[in-house]
């Protein structure tokens, strides 16, 4: 890691958000999208920006109060909405076109509360390690016209987790996060159930001091990710992982041998020709 090119990273996003005048910054209270708040506010003002936290049946209710709490310490107002991704057909079919409608949801939300509040831009936290996984919701920030000021100041995760320990940001090593949704194969229709299993599996499993976890859903089995040297953790506990899971309705319970790793149901799919 260079740390004088972070440095002129840091500069150019200075230089890309002071023109912008008055933004909101979808806010999801992970590293990226704090950041990217953090750095606005500094840049032009608490009174010219506003977070924007997003309540969905597919983020977790704790990740929602994290984030309004972080917003809160950053003395920025923040503004809660609330989005119906499991009422919306093209989602609850759960392919990968299902992601660009789910960005299509929020990124119309946003800019609705744009209008009502009559700011110049919204602003998102992709970055550019977005750019190598499957990501349909691209096609969506571009027609709603999002600005990606991370990815335009060309930073990746590593960087921005630098920086965000630089600025005392209390997140600037929080695991990434997700949309439920990704626990579910394709073509697999989501429901609030299996939504739910995983959900209570994973935090479960993260009770146990396994940070980096993800549930697979397959056919009422759950595949559980974790960091390879987790795995003999989980291995430990097998007995009451074993038992919870199955407590939260899923049938057998199995470790991937792989291990954690983001994007892994993206790996069925042809990622060169995408079906839209």
Not at 6 to 29: H, N, R, W, Y
Not at 36 to 62: A, P, Q, W
Not at 149 to 158: G, R, T
Not at 202 to 221: A, C, F, P, Q, W
Request: charged fraction near 30%.
């Amino acid at each position: 890691m260079n740390q004088y090119t972070i440095v002129e990273k840091d500069q150019q996003l200075t230089e890309i958000i002071k023109p912008l005048g008055t933004v909101l910054v979808a806010f999801s209270g992970g590293v990226d999208s704090s950041f990217v708040l953090k750095k606005s506010i500094d840049v032009l003002g608490k009174y010219n920006v506003k977070g924007v936290i997003v309540k969905s049946e597919l983020f977790r209710e704790e990740e929602f109060n994290a984030a309004r709490a972080l917003g809160k310490s950053l003395n920025v107002e923040v503004i809660e909405t609330e989005i119906a991704e499991l009422q919306d057909p093209h989602i609850i079919k759960n392919t990968p076109e299902s992601w660009y409608h789910s960005k299509r949801l929020l990124y119309g939300e946003l800019e609705r509360l744009r209008e009502v509040y009559k700011f110049d831009y919204v602003l998102d936290g992709m970055i550019m390690d977005d750019l190598d996984d499957f990501r349909p919701g691209l096609k969506a920030r571009t027609e709603f016209n999002v600005r990606s000021v991370l990815q335009e100041a060309s930073l990746y995760k590593d960087e921005i987790r630098y920086l965000s320990k630089q600025y005392h940001l209390p997140v600037w090593n929080k695991p990434a996060l997700c949309s439920l949704a990704s626990r579910i194969p394709y073509g697999d229709p989501l429901t609030f159930s299996k939504v739910n299993k995983v959900n209570e599996a994973e935090k479960y499993i993260t009770s146990l001091g396994i940070n980096h976890v993800r549930v697979r859903y397959h056919n009422n089995i759950a595949r559980v990710e974790v960091a390879e040297e987790a795995i003999p953790t989980v291995i430990k506990y097998r007995n009451k992982i074993t038992l919870h899971l199955k407590e939260f309705g899923f049938d057998y319970v199995t470790v991937d041998l792989e291990g954690y790793r983001t994007g892994s149901m993206n790996e069925v799919i042809n990622t060169e020709n995408p079906i839209f």
